[in-house]
Every structure is written in C-alpha cells, then in structure tokens.
C-alpha cells in the first residue's frame, strides 16, 4: 500500500485505525468491549474495573502495509500506544450497551505486545524503541504494581472522582472545591509484576527491569532474551521479548579449511583427528603434547556445550585430577575462550547458582582445586550437575553449563565421591611433564613469544567447526553400545570406586561426541575405543591398562602405535573383538 507523507496527528490516527480494521484487530477489540460492558453489574461498576485489551502488533507485517505509521511506531511508541487507547475507547462507546456511560476514559487501555521487530545491529537504540539483549539471572518473587487508582473528594462533588495510571506523591486536587482528594484503597486495581535480572551484553553490571503480566510466564533463567522497550526518565516499559534460540547450522555451511585438510590427512580417524585439533588449546601454557588427556576432554565438552543448545544433547562436565598446579588451571581457561560464554568462579564472593546460570550455554570454569572453595560453593555445583537443575528459591533453573573443575590427589578419597557426581574424571598435572615444562618456560623467559595470528586463526577455526558439527544429531550403534557395556561391566568388576555408575553416561557423551567432530551420525568402534581410552587414563593409579599404552606422545604416529598396543589390550579385558 502506497500513501503520502503522512504530517498530522489525525491522519496518522485514521491510518492506524485503517490498519486495525484490514488485520481484524478492530473486530476483536468490539467484541472484547462487548463481552467486557455485558458482564458489568451494579456492584462492579461503582469499583472503576479496568478494561485491559492485548495487542500484538507485527512491526514487520506494520512497515510493509503502512511505511509512515511503522516509522511513527519506531520513533513514537508512546503516542502510538495513546492512539491505540483513543481507539479502544471509541470501540466502548460506540456500543448499544447502556453501561458504556460509566466507563471513563482513564478506565481502558491497550497493553502493547510486539513481534518480529527489526534490530539495528549498529545501535541499541532504534530511535524511540530500545533494543536489550540480556541473559536473565535471576526472578523475584511476584509483587502488585498499580493498574489504576482511584481518588475521591472528601467534599463528595459529584462527578468528581479521580482515576490515576499510578500512585502520586502528592495527593491531586478537586477541580471543583480545591480540596485535597483522598485515595479510595478499596477500588485500587493491581496486576502481577516480578523483578527480573539481566546480563546485558557487553556491559558489565547488570540491569534489573519490571516485567508485569503476561511476559512472566515466558522468563526461563540462564535464556537470553531480546527485550523491546521504552524509556522514559528512570521507568522501562517492556512491550516485548523474544528468546534467542540456538539453531543448527546448515549443511552447506563450509568448514574452515584447515580443519577439513586436517580431517583428510588423519583419514577420518576420531583419536588422531581430535588429537591434533586440541592441541591448539593452551600453546602458550605448555608444549603442544602436555596434558592431551585434559585438552581433549576440553574440547569434547565445549561441543557437548554446544550440541546441547542446539539439540539438547548431553553435556560433557569435566573433573581434573591431580597435582594442585596452575598449569591446569591456565588450560582450562584458555579453553573456555572458545565457548560462546564463561564464567570463572572465585573462592568467594561468589554465588555458585548465579554463576552456573550465567554461564549457561557456555562453561563454568572452576580453576582453583576444589577444596579452596567453600562447603556451600561445592555443594551447590554438585547439586546442580547430579539434579540437571537448581532451585533458587523463586524459579527452577535447568542446568545448561558445563562444569569444569579440579579436584585433589588421586590417593585423597575425597575425590572418589565428586567423581561420581561427574561421571568424568580427566588426568591433569600427575608430574609427568615436569622436565618438558621447565624446559618450556625457560625457552620462553630466554625469547618471549607472544600470541601470534595463526595461533588466533587456529583457535577461531576450532570455535567455528564447533558450530558447524553441533548440530549433527548422533545414535549409538549396537557394536559400539556393546563394547561400552562389556567395558563397564568388566571395570565395575575391577573397583566399583572407580568406575561408579555416572562413568557409563560419561562414555556414552563421549563417544557421541567424538562422532559428531567426525561429522557423523553414527557411531563406530573407534569412537568407543577412544571414549574408553579416555576413561582409562583418567582412572586412578595403578591404572587398568598397562602405561605404555596411555602415553600421550607428539607425533601422531606413535599416537597410532599406542590405540593399536591399547585396543590388544581392550580386547583381552572385555572379551570382544575389535580388530
């Protein structure tokens, strides 16, 4: 539809009602005024009840049918809402019903919803709408605002009665005998508002915001939000939010290059070709092969991160054991620069809850050892990775994070009862890579070597094939399912300290997630001999398969030799047959 440029207020008025009238919201609103003046009584009239109407506007549907009032919308929400008040009170009285006398104007109002409204990625601010992405962190509990409040004269002049959208800080007077009204409490009309917490992005301290009515069934914790808003001075009207929603990528989406050179030359292989892409993780912590075991665990968790926002997968939590050393704790970090959010937890001053759901979609990164945090830190992030849930006390939040910690000493038993919470444990600094590591930070003190571009390439390769796999959906095959089983059963047999009953969940993500980094959506042998593999090494000392066979060396080669030396062994220690 093509119109001139629309100047005055009341040609913009007839456009809108003209829109109202083509989209049927016009007939809805008539028969909403009727359904609401038909049901009026005596009794509820003398209480001034509101008369509440939701419109949902199409602001994309708005623009395409009328450019100039979508304009005017964007620019003007506030005087296009009053319209939309004019309108709906027009509807009131100009129906046959008798009641229509005895609504006031102040009585009826419009509650604005929006949808598929355009974002600015250059601005927050769209002229007079203004746009908030935000992940929400925490709800209140629900409280009243004040839909209207009704103010009378203590003279009792007739028709004198006083409806305000709100509570004045001074009392109004009567335009009649001057006198000051007074606020009749029993005909004060309330809805629902909650207090909601925002983590805006790219802004450091959060923003709380009022969400009333009928947003506050759509707020989830740990969800990112798009917010439409208006402000005026220190109030925020939220017309409208809409949850951001992870999707899979295309499949035409390409794969960085190096990556699927790298795919190629290690023949499709799950060990060798996840291997070499972790090795990208931590270069300037350590030397390329130390502690493989926790950068492979790394990685597969931060696709299980990812898979699980896509597809819903299982995730992947990470339990690092050994020596208290920074090294793990740099790696960790390092690593939790490629997920699309992270929160690090300190020892205090830090609210375990309100960090896991921070970090949803993301990683919680718990650096130091456990046993520097607190009792109530640790018991919560247990709590919250064996129940899949927390309870904040207003709101149950679904866990949507992974966890990545570091526990003690292996030979400390304390570590037996947070593994089995994690299902996961990884090998980290056991001592094994003292002399390479010396050699390392010494080479770098002699020739300080800072982050080069191939490194930042190499790491935003990695980020970006993560997105593209993740939303490869994945089964597990009755070979690689038996192989699992037969494992666990003989481990189990073993020490049931050891392998308790979450490791079997924690070989199944593994081996799903290895699948899905070879672009496959089936699993096989090697996905299962790689996951066991992993779990093996990460078993206490003495370990079930002989050390030669849980090396982790530089060259993929011998990497080769040692799966080879290791699935001989799997063979004898479960009874299948592998090669």
């Not at 009341?10 to 009238?21: A, F, M, P, S």
């Not at 009026?40 to 009840?49: D, M, Q, R, Y």
């Not at 419009?110 to 002229?127: A, C, E, G, T």
Request: with cysteine.
């Amino acid at each position: 539809m093509t119109s001139p440029k629309l100047s005055s207020a009341n040609e913009l008025q007839c456009e809108l009602l003209l829109y109202l009238d083509i989209r049927r919201y016009l007939a809805d609103m008539r028969d909403y005024c009727e359904d609401f003046l038909e049901q009026l009584t005596e009794k509820t009239l003398s209480k001034f009840p509101p008369l509440r109407f939701l419109l949902e506007i199409d602001v994309m549907d708005l623009l395409d049918v009328s450019p100039e009032l979508g304009d005017f919308f964007i620019a003007e929400p506030n005087k296009f809402k009053r319209m939309c008040n004019d309108i709906l009170f027009a509807c009131v009285q100009a129906t046959d019903i008798e009641t229509r006398n005895n609504i006031e104007y102040a009585q009826v109002a419009v509650i604005l919803r929006l949808k598929s409204v355009p974002i600015d990625s250059n601005s927050r601010y769209h002229k007079g709408l203004v746009t908030i992405d935000g992940l929400l962190l925490s709800v209140s509990k629900p409280e009243t605002y004040v839909l209207h409040s009704v103010w009378s004269c203590p003279e009792e002049c007739d028709g004198n009665e006083v409806i305000l959208h709100y509570i004045p800080k001074h009392p109004p007077k009567c335009h009649l005998c001057k006198s000051n009204l007074f606020e009749n409490s029993g005909l004060r009309q309330c809805g629902e508002q909650v207090t909601a917490t925002f983590k805006i992005r790219n802004q450091l301290l959060p923003k709380t915001l009022k969400i009333t009515d009928n947003l506050i069934s759509k707020l989830n914790l740990g969800t990112r939000y798009i917010i439409h808003a208006v402000v005026t001075k220190k109030i925020t009207t939220i017309l409208s939010m809409e949850n951001i929603i992870t999707l899979a990528a295309p499949i035409t989406n390409p794969i960085p290059k190096d990556v699927e050179d790298l795919f190629k030359a290690c023949k499709e292989t799950p060990w060798k070709f996840i291997y070499c892409l972790a090795s990208s993780i931590g270069v300037n912590v350590c030397p390329l092969h130390c502690f493989m075991h926790l950068k492979i665990n790394l990685l597969l968790s931060l696709t299980s991160v990812k898979a699980n926002a896509v597809s819903g997968a299982s995730i992947l939590h990470v339990l690092v054991g050994g020596f208290d050393t920074r090294y793990v704790g740099e790696i960790m970090a390092d690593a939790a620069k490629l997920a699309d959010r992270s929160v690090i937890v300190g020892a205090s001053n830090s609210e375990a809850q309100t960090a896991l759901i921070a970090s949803s979609g993301g990683v919680c990164v718990m650096p130091l050892p456990l046993h520097i945090y607190s009792h109530k830190q640790v018991s919560a992030i247990l709590a919250a990775i064996e129940t899949g849930h927390m309870n904040t006390g207003t709101a149950l939040a679904k866990l949507n994070a992974a966890v990545w910690a570091q526990g003690m000493d292996f030979k400390k038993m304390i570590l037996y009862n947070v593994a089995s919470v994690f299902g996961n444990v990884c090998r980290g600094d056991c001592g094994e890579f003292y002399d390479e590591i010396n050699e390392f930070v010494l080479q770098r003190t002699v020739e300080p070597v800072g982050i080069c571009k191939e490194e930042i390439k190499a790491l935003k390769d990695v980020a970006t094939y993560i997105d593209v796999v993740a939303g490869i959906e994945v089964v597990i095959d009755d070979m690689t399912k038996n192989l699992l089983q037969n494992y666990f059963l003989a481990a189990r047999k073993e020490n049931t300290k050891i392998v308790c009953v979450g490791s079997m969940n924690a070989l199944v993500t593994i081996c799903l997630t290895s699948a899905r980094l070879c672009c496959r959506r089936v699993t096989n042998i090697d996905d299962a001999v790689f996951a066991i593999w992993l779990h093996v090494c990460g078993s206490p000392e003495p370990r079930f398969a002989p050390e030669d066979y849980l090396q982790t060396p530089a060259d993929v080669r011998k990497l080769q030799k040692v799966i080879t030396s290791f699935k001989h062994w799997l063979e004898e220690f479960t009874g299948s047959c592998l090669l």
